[in-house]
């Protein structure tokens, strides 16, 4: 060995502690924007049911609602966990807010209509 040799042993060591150390950092950031599209395609869904409750009383039998949340769970929002209560009752707000005639409740309707009815028992 060379005395050049020598210290390029831990500069590759410490390049790639730092590599690992980076790429660790990132993945949380990853998951979370991942999650936050999770949450918001929940809050899409779950909108459509306010929609439907709130601008057509409809009502949803307890059979009605586990088919529904079947049939979310299966578009990719089954990671959720305990914030699913407070994105419904946000969903809820939002269509409260917003009124009948809103973009936002007209928008939730035809996802009701073509995703979410045909689920239904």
Do not use: N, W
């Amino acid at each position: 060995m060379t005395a050049r040799s020598v210290p390029a042993a831990p500069l590759l060591a410490g390049l790639f502690l730092a590599a690992a150390t980076l790429l660790c950092s990132l993945a949380p950031a990853q998951a979370q924007t991942t999650m936050t599209a999770r949450e918001a395609l929940y809050s899409d869904y779950y909108r459509a049911v306010a929609a439907y409750e709130r601008c057509r009383k409809g009502k949803l039998t307890k059979e009605g609602h586990a088919a529904i949340a079947r049939y979310v769970e299966r578009q990719g929002a089954s990671e959720i966990g305990t914030k699913r209560l407070i994105l419904i009752q946000q969903a809820k707000r939002d269509i409260r807010e917003a009124g009948c005639d809103s973009p936002l409740a007209t928008s939730a309707l035809v996802r009701f209509d073509a995703e979410l009815q045909p689920q239904l028992p």
